[in-house]
């Protein structure tokens, strides 16, 4: 199978499990849900899926030599993420705003109840070993260090957005070792850094992500206790809980206006002296491993200002929205 990826190119997949995950059904709905939530209205065009970044995931692992169990850990890491992605944490998680973790916490028991566990079965993979990041250094660590799932995610999204042409610079300069991501050298790494801080900046953890997150939720949770949706709805796609929401505008002039604010169709203004709703958005930062003349170090070990860019910027960022008649 030929798969063309915006990050990696045109690609062949011909491992036998990869492909029977990738057309399992629980991979194929991760196609209706937007990677970011719903933030169409802020930047049109820049939507791309959780589907296409947990492919890229598995993409850049296999890239880099990783194990095949390490490749499908990679594929699946995404699974349980429900429709408008963490967008459920300002649904269903109440308290989790400043974490997003919603969809770990919930990730082994929801890898369980699918397809995945016989899939796996019949190629002879352990489940158990797959659902312990503990076996998979390159996939997933904590940060500030820099893991297969960031390091997609923050290029992919940066393409998305437009922030960058390619991604080739930075895969070049990036080498595994030790089960590590290393930079090949300071200048790179602290690029890459300095894109990531750029992206979370913007768009992660940025004031339209708190617009998208605080409406999109207010209004998904209003649909819920009307009955207009079901939890199970949120775990199909963005495009099936959208419809079922649609349907209902007409009927309720709250789900209305809800609707009108997720929808970019309302002003915002973030005012911390006036304002309807107080909001959290979980900030991340990287501190990438290089290579130097006296060994590998951080960006920060080497640039000691990056030091405090991680201090200040890894604090969940804080907004105060107040909607405009």
Request: overall charge negative; glycine content about 4%.
């Amino acid at each position: 199978m030929t798969h063309h990826d915006r990050v990696y190119g045109d690609v062949e997949i011909n491992e036998p499990v990869i492909l029977e995950l990738l057309n399992c059904a629980s991979m194929q709905r991760l196609k209706g849900v937007d990677q970011a939530g719903y933030m169409e209205p802020y930047f049109p065009g820049s939507s791309h899926s959780r589907f296409e970044h947990s492919v890229g995931v598995y993409l850049l692992l296999r890239k880099y030599g990783a194990s095949l169990e390490e490749q499908v850990a990679g594929l699946i890491h995404d699974v349980s993420h429900s429709a408008f992605s963490h967008t459920i944490d300002y649904v269903l998680a109440v308290g989790s705003e400043k974490e997003q973790n919603h969809q770990d916490n919930a990730f082994s028991d929801f890898v369980k109840k699918l397809e995945i566990p016989e899939i796996l079965k019949k190629y002879q993979i352990d489940l158990d070993y797959i659902l312990d990041d503990h076996n998979f250094p390159l996939k997933e660590n904590n940060l500030p260090d820099i893991c297969a799932d960031r390091i997609d995610y923050s290029l992919r999204g940066a393409l998305a957005y437009g922030e960058i042409e390619s991604a080739d610079y930075f895969l070049d300069n990036l080498i595994v070792q030790d089960k590590q991501w290393i930079f090949k050298d300071f200048t790179s790494a602290k690029k890459y850094a300095e894109l990531f801080n750029s992206i979370n900046a913007k768009y992660y953890a940025g004031l339209p992500s708190a617009m998208m997150f605080r409406t999109s939720g207010d209004c998904l949770r209003h649909a819920i206790l009307q009955g207009y949706i079901s939890e199970a709805d949120l775990y199909t796609t963005d495009a099936v809980v959208l419809g079922k929401i649609k349907s209902h505008l007409t009927e309720d002039a709250q789900l209305k206006l809800l609707f009108a604010r997720m929808s970019g169709e309302t002003n915002i203004k973030n005012d911390p002296n006036n304002y309807d709703v107080r909001i959290f958005c979980k900030s991340r930062m990287v501190d990438p491993l290089c290579l130097t003349n006296e060994g590998i170090k951080r960006v920060s070990e080497v640039d000691s200002s990056w030091i405090k860019v991680i201090q200040e910027e890894s604090r969940p960022k804080e907004y105060f929205l107040k909607f405009e008649s």
